[in-house]
T-cell receptor, first 112, second 113 residues
């Protein structure tokens, strides 16, 4: 099992550009999450999904959109990137909600 | 919503000594408290968790204690080794389909030789 994978690993964007981050899991988990990690602020939840076709807002959803068309994939989109979205983004999945989340290796995004 | 505070932000111990990281939470409805370890350049990994019906849980050199009255839980690492050097995060949540983890701000543990 590859577990949770994230694509790409690194990305540099200019202000106003758009991009999509892909998260894939091969553990047949129902729940998937997108977090951002900033220095001194821990992990903050952006959006999450409790199953295929569902999405919900987390703590810091503004400026992001998500889709879960297939159970194994969870996409995070930035329509118009801003410097404040410079961060490390982590995807996680779990079989039963907040319990036992498995994290991907992260995507480091820089917005100039 | 839930608020989790974590202390200290950095901790340096000598190899073989013990390390203790403390967290407090605000929502009395929270009943699930995991600890994650994040090594440099990697995603966080669950190392131990505790639920509100248990006061203490141990797994080899790692233990977690929970005081629901004080809304306080702690991670204890005994006989520290260099490979314990990492950033540790505590978190809290209720349980249920819409429940979400709220993380502390992390503790950078450095184990020196």
């Amino acid at each position: 099992n590859a577990g949770v994978t994230q694509t790409p690993k690194f990305r540099v964007l200019k202000t106003g550009q758009s991009m999509t981050l892909l998260c894939a899991q091969d553990m047949n988990h129902e729940y998937m999450y997108w977090y951002r990690q900033d220095p001194g602020m821990g992990l903050r939840l952006i959006h999450y999904s409790v199953g295929e076709g569902t999405t919900a807002k987390g703590e810091v959803p503004d400026g992001y959109n998500v889709s879960r068309l297939k159970k194994q994939n969870f996409l995070l989109g930035l329509e118009s990137a801003a410097p404040s979205q410079t961060s490390v983004y982590f995807c996680a999945s779990s079989p039963r909600g907040p319990d036992t989340q498995y994290f991907g290796p992260g995507t480091r995004l820089t917005v100039l | 919503g839930e608020n989790v505070e974590q202390h200290p932000s950095t901790l340096s111990v000598q190899e073989g000594d013990s390390a203790v990281i403390k967290c407090t939470y605000s929502d009395s409805a929270s009943n699930y408290f995991p600890w994650y370890k994040q090594e440099l350049g990697k995603g966080p990994q669950l190392i131990i968790d505790i639920r509100s019906n248990v006061g203490e849980k141990k797994d080899q050199r790692i233990a977690v204690t929970l005081n629901k009255t004080a809304k306080h839980f702690s991670l204890h690492i005994t006989e520290t080794q260099p490979e314990d050097s990492a950033v540790y995060f505590c978190a809290a949540s209720t349980t249920g389909t819409a429940s979400k983890l709220t993380f502390g701000t992390g503790t950078r543990l450095q184990v020196t030789l």
